[in-house]
């Protein structure tokens, strides 16, 4: 029985004391500043099937059974066990009456969700509890940085900690009177003042945090100094800003080692250590991060001159991603990405459903080689739902053929492909106009345009006839004497439903193409939910699609494909079959 093996995991980890403990209990709609924004047009046509049967309802996927979730808050890694908080409606699916939400992991694959961390009791957060982060403190004590919504509706920052310290699972925590900790003064815009980072220590024993702000379009993220966690002052300027931006959201700051894969501490810095500044862009909906330096004796993050500094820089996803937030993993010594990926169906269908937004599969991040971007990978643990597993090698892909990958449950699987392309020199040529605007440049030339190398690829979450599928494909293009290699998912054909949002999201890949001709995808597919990611994860790109076919009795089916002139060979392909993640929910909502 599943609740019983996931107490069993439980109970391995925990201290004796734990005996006495139990558990006691664009594409988005709207984005993570909380404020409701107009769907993108979609048509006024009824959905032509129910969707209350859960055919869309991720399994591995981590997402409460009912209502609406959004930002991942304050993860972290505590004695042995991961918590994930996330802004919560206890009472429907769509956004509103915002909690902190709680849930307990020891594998990042099961989950437990207790009873709510932060919910409005205070005047400091009367009118909300938004989006924060976690920090532990010496002592091994663990504290929360959070927006909270005062009776003004000013955004103001509060702390809160836990009740009990002995309590293994973290399950109460209080808010003290002092709060707020950081208030809306001094010229600051009161209604874009949120999300504050994980603190880090300086060499002068002194917390740091960043809030996410603005000015008009300046983005800013406000710098605070604290001795105690208490009293915090801001700094005579901020961390680092930049013009014609908009508002900075979840901005995430953390150091990442030069080389190796190994995670630091996020007040780690000094030689050998590069940092990571992130911001959750509300004017466009998406993640962009820079690489740079962090001049402590300045307190000042600058970025490096290979990390482009606006809206046409680095993401981590190209997709439906948003509000991310790192945290790091002292017990495997990883830093570890978590994000919200928002509904692309129509409200009035998440109504019916009775939920809305998951959370993406953790990833493991750092620097890659070159020093330029960060690499992401699926955590290592969520290997242990493969199941049965089929493999093929040495295939040829010639223009326009499609190979079907048998013997998995194509509604729910793991498949990674390395593909070895020829007649590189035959590229298609590149106009250098396209590199500000790959999602674009993905619509152009989706999966059904024929090139010279590419598009090859996958067709995911595919009916039998072809009248709906997700192409996640590669297309590669000569410029000058040098190959782009362009990564796009394309919805636009995924589903036979009108009312759904069915972009191409598209980014292009820093790959080895041009030295050895392969290039690598895998995707991870879990009905409605399908991230993908490009050469071992330099590229990654989340995708929800809602097809009729997984409502009906028919086959999915699962495809690699070729439509470029050029032959395409598959080195090795495997796909296993995913079984269901555990997420049980014994909360008790206020």
């Known amino acids: ?108 694959v099961n989950w437990k969700i207790i009873e709510p961390a932060i919910y409005p009791t205070k005047s400091f957060d009367i009118n909300g509890c938004w989006s924060g982060s976690s920090t532990i403190l010496p002592g091994n004590k663990p504290a929360i940085l959070y927006t909270g919504i005062d009776p ?57 945090t960043v809030v996410g702000s603005k000015i008009h379009l300046l983005g800013k993220a406000i710098l605070y100094k604290s001795k105690d966690f208490v009293k915090w002052k801001r700094a005579s300027h901020p961390l680092h800003s930049v013009h014609n931006i908009g508002m900075w959201e979840c901005p995430d700051f953390f150091p990442v080692l030069l080389k190796g894969r190994r995670g630091l501490d996020t007040s780690v810095n000094g030689a050998g250590v590069k940092h990571v500044f992130k911001v959750s862009l509300d004017m466009t909906r998406y993640e962009y991060y820079t690489v740079g330096k962090y001049y402590e004796h300045k307190d000042r993050y600058v970025p490096d001159r290979t990390s482009v500094d606006q809206k046409t820089g680095l993401r981590y996803d190209y997709g439906n991603f948003y509000a991310s937030k790192t945290f790091y993993d002292g017990g495997k010594k990883r830093r570890i990405l978590c994000g919200w990926s928002n509904e692309s169906d129509s409200q009035t269908d998440d109504i019916a459903k009775g939920w809305a937004g998951i959370q993406t599969i953790p990833r493991r991040l750092w620097l890659a080689k070159n020093g330029r971007q960060v690499v992401q990978w699926p955590v290592e643990e969520i290997e242990s739902l493969r199941g049965k597993r089929t493999k093929m090698k040495g295939l040829k892909l010639k223009q326009g053929s499609r190979l079907e990958v048998k013997g998995v449950k194509a509604s729910q699987a793991d498949v990674e492909v390395v593909f070895k392309v020829s007649g590189l020199e035959r590229a298609e040529p590149f106009d250098h106009s396209w590199l500000s605007d790959p999602e674009k440049l993905c ?79 895998r995707c991870l597919i879990d009905h409605s939910v399908v991230e993908s990611f490009g050469e071992n994860g330099r590229t990654c790109i989340t995708s929800r699609v809602y097809p009729i076919v997984l409502s009906t009795k028919s086959k999915v089916g699962l495809y690699a494909f070729n439509h470029g002139l050029e032959t395409v060979k598959i080195i090795k392909l495997k796909a296993w079959d995913m079984k269901n993640g555990n997420v049980l929910d014994e909360s008790s909502y206020v």
């Open 1 to 108: 029985m599943a609740t019983s093996k996931f107490n069993a995991l439980f109970t391995v980890i925990i201290l004796p004391v734990a005996a006495v403990f139990f558990f006691s209990w664009k594409q988005a709609t709207v984005d993570a500043s909380h404020q409701v924004f107009k769907e993108p047009e979609r048509s006024k046509m009824e959905s032509p099937l129910s969707i209350t049967n859960n055919q869309y309802r991720p399994s591995y996927h981590f997402r409460p059974p009912k209502n609406w979730i959004n930002d991942p808050n304050g993860p972290m890694f505590y004695n042995g066990i991961y918590h994930l908080f996330y802004q919560y409606n206890p009472k429907g699916a769509v956004w509103g009456n915002i909690i902190w939400a709680h849930a307990l992991s020891i594998d990042l």
């Open 152 to 208: 003004h509706n000013r955004q103001v920052q509060n702390v809160a900690f836990p009740t009990n310290l002995s309590d293994p699972y973290l399950t109460k925590w209080y808010k003290p009177d002092y709060n707020p900790v950081m208030a809306p003064i001094d010229g600051i815009n009161a209604s874009s003042f949120r999300d504050p980072t994980t603190a880090w220590m300086g060499s002068d024993g002194q917390w740091r």
């Open 443 to 521: 619509t152009q030339k989706r999966a059904d345009v024929p090139g010279n190398v590419g598009p090859f690829g996958l067709l995911v979450l595919a009916s039998n006839n072809l009248t709906e599928y997700t192409a996640v494909f590669f297309r590669v293009f000569k410029y000058r004497s040098r190959y782009v290699t362009l990564m796009c998912s394309d919805a636009t054909r995924s589903s036979l439903r009108p009312e759904v949002y069915k972009p191409a999201f598209g980014g292009f890949v820093d790959s080895q193409i041009q030295k050895n001709g392969k290039i690598s995808l």
